[in-house]
């Protein structure tokens, strides 16, 4: 009688380890999203360029908004979200321009609820610190029009702003 209930014990938790595993799992977006793809990728077209700035934005919006949904509309989080829309709404024109074609926003399911104020600013943190060297990486891309170059300039200019704001809350709740 032991022995299958501490098999039956054994098998649920294992289940319950597995499941963990698997819901973590669907919470990192893909290898080729955002910045973490740009970021990794060697060699970066237009087209590329522009899908990674925009789904990285749209990942800094579901970012912001669980943290909100969490803790309360605070600052610097309804700003900054804010001002997520405005880089997106910077973005969309390129899309129609050079006709490519805009990506789904699924950055919703790539993100996690921070469990404290603190991991909620860190990772506010480090999203910035990708998204600054991703709009460093394609504005220098070969074979980037000087009308999107200066967009990704500028978008990744704006992101040092949310970068100090982002770490004066870090060290704010420590």
């Given at each position: 009688m032991r ?5 039956l ?14 819901a973590n799992a669907?919470l990192?977006?893909?290898?080729n999203y955002?910045?973490k ?9 237009l087209?590329e ?7 990285d934005e749209y990942l800094?919006q579901?970012?912001y908004?669980?943290?909100?949904a ?5 600052r610097p989080f309804t700003?900054?979200?804010a001002a ?6 910077a973005l969309l024109?390129?899309?129609?321009k ?10 919703k ?7 404290t104020l603190?991991?909620?600013?860190q990772?506010g943190?480090?999203?910035?610190i990708d998204n600054i ?11 980037i029009?000087?009308d999107?170059k200066?967009v990704l ?10 970068l ?5 809350g870090l060290?704010?709740?420590q």
């Amino acid at each position: 009688m032991r022995i299958k209930l501490y098999g039956l014990i054994t098998i649920s938790l294992l289940f319950v380890f597995f499941t963990i595993q698997n819901a973590n799992a669907e919470l990192q977006p893909p290898q080729n999203y955002g910045a973490k793809g740009a970021l990794q990728d060697s060699s970066i077209t237009l087209e590329e360029a522009l899908i990674y700035a925009i789904q990285d934005e749209y990942l800094a919006q579901a970012r912001y908004d669980t943290i909100i949904a969490k803790f309360g509309a605070i600052r610097p989080f309804t700003q900054i979200k804010a001002a997520e829309q405005r880089h997106i709404s910077a973005l969309l024109p390129l899309f129609q321009k050079y006709n490519i074609k805009l990506p789904e926003d699924n950055a919703k399911q790539y993100t996690k609820t921070p469990n404290t104020l603190k991991e909620a600013f860190q990772a506010g943190v480090d999203g910035e610190i990708d998204n600054i060297a991703m709009y460093n990486k394609l504005a220098s891309a070969a074979g980037i029009p000087q009308d999107v170059k200066a967009v990704l300039q500028r978008l990744g200019s704006a992101s040092q702003n949310h970068l100090a704001a982002f770490k004066r809350g870090l060290s704010q709740n420590q």
